[in-house]
């Protein structure tokens, strides 16, 4: 089952560029199927892809911030977090990021890749393992802005453009007649078409 989104958003501000804004995405998360799996593994894989203005000069090679114009991260909710703790991690990540500071920690080692190593480019994808009841608690996903070249030049042109984005988020279990389909395509009111196959 894979979940796709896009869309866009303007993420600074003001003279100092301040991040306004961020993305906090309710997921339609199938969550009796994901209980049901209980403690059986569940692979959550996240997708984050976006463009970035390439810095025209040649400093970009050598500074962090710039050749992109920016940057996009993402966050998952922790099963023992609340939406509230969600977004101060998130608001304190972004901070860390902006500070040029070491990521700060997603609070789960079941990632693949992790935080540290998956945000190089803007093409960004983990691999989260773990218990479908784990993962019935974290029906909640965060992309937020980080600074590139047009926060360190204060480009004026560059304040008010929106940066668009797509995130996949796909859920896949082993077990053997779980539907993680259905419960998602029903309360997004996609229609399920049955084909009649003659043979």
């Known amino acids: 089952m894979t979940l796709v989104t896009q869309d866009e958003f303007v993420p600074f501000e003001g003279e100092k560029y301040a991040m306004r804004t961020f993305r906090l995405h309710s997921l339609p998360w199938p969550t009796d199927a994901l209980e049901a799996v209980g403690s059986a593994d569940v692979r959550l894989r ?112 560059r304040l008010d453009l929106p940066v668009r984005y797509s995130l996949l988020i796909s859920l896949a279990t082993p077990i053997q007649g779980v539907d993680l389909y259905t419960p998602i395509a029903t309360e997004l009111r996609v229609p399920i078409v049955n084909e009649v196959v003659v043979t």
């Not at 609340?82 to 304190?92: L, N, Q, S």
Request: proline share 5%; no cysteine; glycine share 12%.
């Open 46 to 157: 996240v997708t984050l892809s976006y463009f970035v203005e390439p810095s025209p000069s040649r400093r970009g090679w050598r500074q962090r911030y710039s050749y992109a114009s920016h940057g996009l991260r993402f966050e998952i909710k922790n099963p023992t977090e609340t939406p509230d703790e969600f977004i101060r991690r998130v608001g304190r990540a972004a901070a860390d990021d902006e500070a040029g500071g070491a990521p700060t920690s997603s609070g789960s080692e079941r990632w693949l890749v992790g935080s540290g190593q998956r945000n190089v480019g803007s093409l960004h994808q983990d691999i989260w393992e773990g218990s479908g009841q784990e993962l019935a608690a974290s029906g909640y996903v965060a992309v937020y802005p980080v600074g590139g070249w047009w926060k360190r030049n204060l480009r004026r042109d």
